[in-house]
């Protein structure tokens, strides 16, 4: 099933972690059978500084968002038809339930990760939020992201903790 | 506002209806939950991958 995917968050990009020369992304999605890319969300890659954003099947990008270092807010898009924020294309199926997203990664299994900030998440499939991430330490002090829409709480998978700001 | 004596530091409650925060000097060490999240958790402003 085809899908229409939209994203509303605000982050920083400092650069690269493991494996860099790569890929860095604060959101990225990928089939769990391997195929890369069917969709990545702001993006860098290779030598280009650029942050791209809403980078699309691997097929379109934008690289108007601003560079690393940048503060970045992307409020959700609503308009199938011209909403950019959307992860399908004509050239690739992407099925919810099936594919992996990732945040703070590039890839999905973490081994490729990102230096930055999140300061929020929210995605919404055909307009019905699903994913409503939100900073936080949890009650054994670790670093990580409540899911407001499922109730869970997500730390890092790789061993490296998160850095907390300040409550709020 | 009221000030309390903890062990050897110095404590201070902050408490409205709304909220209720302990500091230790200028540290914030409790805060009371009335957010989003289930009690035990404290919202903060953004995490960071490093």
New interface residues.
């Given amino acids: 099933m085809n899908v229409w995917y939209d994203i509303a968050m605000k982050f920083i990009i400092y650069g690269q ?1 493991l494996n860099n020369n790569t890929n860095a992304a604060i959101f990225a999605c990928q089939d769990p059978n391997g195929s890369p890319w069917p969709g990545t969300f702001v993006r860098k890659s290779g030598s280009n500084n650029n942050v791209y954003g809403r980078y699309i099947g691997g097929t379109a990008k934008d690289n108007t968002l601003g560079q690393y270092n940048t503060l970045i807010e992307l409020p959700v898009q609503t308009s199938p038809n011209k909403n950019v924020t959307n992860l399908s294309n004509s050239g690739r199926t992407h099925s919810y339930g099936t594919s992996l997203f990732c945040v ?1 990664g590039a890839d999905h299994n973490a081994k490729e ?7 929020y998440f929210k995605l919404f499939v055909e307009g019905t939020l699903v994913r409503d991430m ?6 054994n002090n670790v ?4 899911d ?1 829409a499922n ?1 869970v ?1 997500y730390s ?1 998978p790789n061993g ?1 903790a ?7 | 506002m009221t000030g309390t004596e903890l062990a050897a530091a110095s404590a201070i409650m902050v408490g409205s209806t709304a909220a209720s925060a302990v500091y230790i000097g200028d540290t ?1 060490v409790w ?1 009371e939950n009335t ?4 009690r ?11």
């Fill in positions: 972690g703070f990760f990102t230096y930055g900030r999140l300061y939100v900073p936080c330490i949890d009650p670093v990580g992201l409540y407001l109730n709480f890092s490296a998160f850095v907390a700001g300040q409550p709020v | 914030l805060q957010g989003r999240l289930p035990g958790y404290t919202e903060v402003e953004y995490i960071e991958s490093t």
